[in-house]
C-alpha cells in the first residue's frame, strides 16, 4: 500500500478496493510487525497445517512435520503456539498409566473373525507371501538417546520385509518401513496391512502411501 501511495494512489481508494478499513492499516505504521512475530506466524502456519493433516499428532510430533518443512523451533516452542491455538491431539488426554485412549479404527479389521461362540478373535496367518503383513514400532534406548525401529513382518514367512530406523517416532517412520517392503516385495497389490491404532499408522502420510 506504501508503494501504490506514492504512485498516487490514495489510501482511501486502496483500502476499499481490498475491503479493509483505514485505521487498522495506520496502526500498523505506527507498530510494524516485528521479525520475531513473523517467525512466530511462519511456525504456527507450519503446525497447523500438520495438525490438519494428521490431527491425532500431539506437539511433539507436530514439531517433528514442521521442522521437515522448514519451520525450526523447539517441542516447548510447538507445545505454546499449539496449546495457544487450541491445536490438541484427536485422541486426547491420556487415561492411567498405559498411555492415550486409543482412536476408532480408520479400515475395517480384516483379520478379525467370529467364532460359533459369537466371539471375535484374530488371525494372524496367511497362506502364501505378500497377502498380509504385520507392522508395528519398536522402542530402542542407547548410549545416545532412543532409536526407534518400525518393522513390517510376512505372516507367511515370519520374515521381516521391510524395516526402518529414526531417532523420533514420526509418521514418516512408518512410511519408509512400507516403501521398503514394496521396493523388496515388487507387486505387493492386494496384500493386507495390519498395525495398531498408533497415530503413525493413522496418519494421513501412511494412509496415502497404502492406497498408492
Known amino acids: 500500500m506504501t508503494e501504490l501511495a506514492e504512485a498516487g494512489v490514495p489510501v482511501t481508494v486502496t483500502c476499499r ?60 516452542t510447538a507445545w505454546r503456539i499449539a496449546s495457544a491455538n487450541g491445536w490438541w491431539s484427536a485422541f486426547g488426554k491420556k487415561r492411567g498409566r498405559d498411555g492415550k485412549k486409543p482412536g476408532p479404527p480408520v479400515h475395517d479389521d480384516l483379520c478379525a473373525v467370529v467364532d460359533e461362540d459369537g466371539r471375535t478373535r484374530h488371525v494372524f496367518a ?33 520374515r521381516i520385509v521391510g524395516y526402518s530406523i529414526d531417532s523420533r517416532m514420526k509418521s514418516r517412520l512408518a512410511v519408509q518401513a512400507l516403501e521398503n517392503a514394496v521396493a523388496m516385495r515388487g507387486d505387493v497389490a492386494g496384500c493386507i496391512v495390519h498395525s495398531d491404532r498408533g497415530s503413525q499408522f493413522r496418519s494421513r502420510k501412511f494412509l496415502r502411501a497404502l492406497a498408492l
Not at 26 to 42: F, M, N, Q
Not at 50 to 75: T, V
Not at 127 to 154: F, M, S
Request: aromatic share 8%; net charge negative.
Open 126 to 158: 496367511a497362506e502364501a507371501p505378500n497377502q498380509l503383513w504385520l507392522v508395528d514400532i519398536t522402542e530402542h534406548r542407547t548410549a545416545e538417546g532412543k532409536l526407534y525401529c518400525c518393522a513390517i513382518k510376512d505372516a507367511c514367512s515370519g
Open 17 to 76: 478496493v481490498l475491503k479493509l478499513s483505514r485505521q487498522p492499516y495506520y496502526r500498523w505504521l505506527a507498530g510494524p510487525i516485528t521479525d520475531s512475530e513473523v517467525v512466530e506466524a511462519y511456525r504456527a502456519n507450519a503446525l497447523f497445517d500438520a495438525h490438519k493433516d494428521d490431527p491425532e499428532f500431539g506437539h511433539r510430533l507436530l514439531a517433528d512435520e514442521a521442522r521437515d518443512a522448514g519451520e525450526a523451533m523447539s517441542d516447548r
